[in-house]
């Protein structure tokens, strides 16, 4: 998909925008997640420059990982993938990918595991961060009450003015003078 210019690590999270209950097909939009009607945007961001790579788009009820399946995005061999826990089974398409560990049932984690999962917080957070910029625009941030088809335009327009905005400040620091 990406050639030679493949990142070296990237980080995939779905983040949800809540809608007005439709008129019709209500349980498609219905998340249960967070108890009301919503449509997901799923970014995947390059973490050595914090841009978005790609988006794709769902309802509701989608679960992360189905949406993730349905949108047909596939990493290079190399790319590290870091994703969270609504991503189980990504290993099984892309081995070079992390999750963190469930705890097992009845019992708890070892040290070295809960280690491991807050290495693997860190690392992610940086997505956290670029929805918490993306949801500035309050258009992601409140209901949306526009078309349900054009959500998906709007998001990657959303996207783009901030990966400008990641680019611009990134110039702007290479020229300063020091």
Same mark, same amino acid.
């Given at each position: 998909?990406?050639?030679?210019?493949?990142?070296?690590?990237?980080? =995939?999270?779905?983040?949800?925008?809540?809608?007005?209950?439709?008129?019709?097909?209500?349980?498609?939009?219905?998340?249960?997640?967070?108890?009301?009607?919503?449509?997901?945007?799923?970014?995947?961001?390059?973490?050595?420059?914090?841009? =978005?790579?790609?988006?794709?788009?769902?309802?509701?009820?989608?679960?992360?990982?189905?949406?993730?399946?349905?949108?047909?995005?596939?990493?290079?061999?190399?790319?590290?993938?870091?994703?969270?826990?609504?991503?189980?089974?990504?290993?099984?398409?892309?081995?070079?990918?992390?999750?963190?560990?469930?705890?097992?049932?009845?019992?708890?984690? #070892?040290?070295?595991?809960?280690?491991?999962?807050?290495?693997?917080?860190?690392?992610? =957070?940086?997505?956290?961060?670029?929805?918490?910029?993306?949801?500035?625009?309050?258009?992601? #941030?409140?209901?949306?009450?526009?078309?349900?088809?054009?959500?998906?335009?709007?998001?990657?327009?959303?996207?783009? =003015?901030?990966?400008?905005?990641?680019?611009?400040?990134?110039?702007?620091?290479?020229?300063?003078?020091?």
């Amino acid at each position: 998909m990406w050639g030679d210019n493949a990142p070296t690590v990237i980080a =995939i999270d779905v983040t949800e925008s809540q809608v007005e209950r439709p008129k019709q097909c209500q349980k498609h939009f219905y998340s249960g997640k967070k108890k009301h009607h919503a449509l997901k945007a799923q970014l995947v961001v390059d973490l050595t420059n914090f841009q =978005i790579v790609c988006t794709a788009y769902g309802k509701g009820k989608q679960h992360d990982f189905s949406l993730f399946k349905a949108s047909g995005v596939h990493f290079h061999a190399q790319t590290q993938g870091l994703a969270d826990k609504g991503y189980q089974g990504l290993q099984k398409l892309h081995s070079n990918s992390q999750i963190p560990i469930k705890k097992p049932k009845g019992g708890s984690l #070892s040290k070295e595991d809960k280690r491991f999962n807050r290495q693997l917080a860190r690392q992610r =957070i940086a997505i956290e961060h670029v929805n918490r910029r993306l949801k500035i625009f309050k258009i992601l #941030s409140l209901p949306y009450r526009n078309r349900c088809r054009r959500f998906g335009l709007r998001c990657n327009l959303i996207a783009a =003015i901030y990966n400008f905005e990641v680019a611009l400040t990134a110039a702007k620091s290479s020229i300063s003078p020091t």
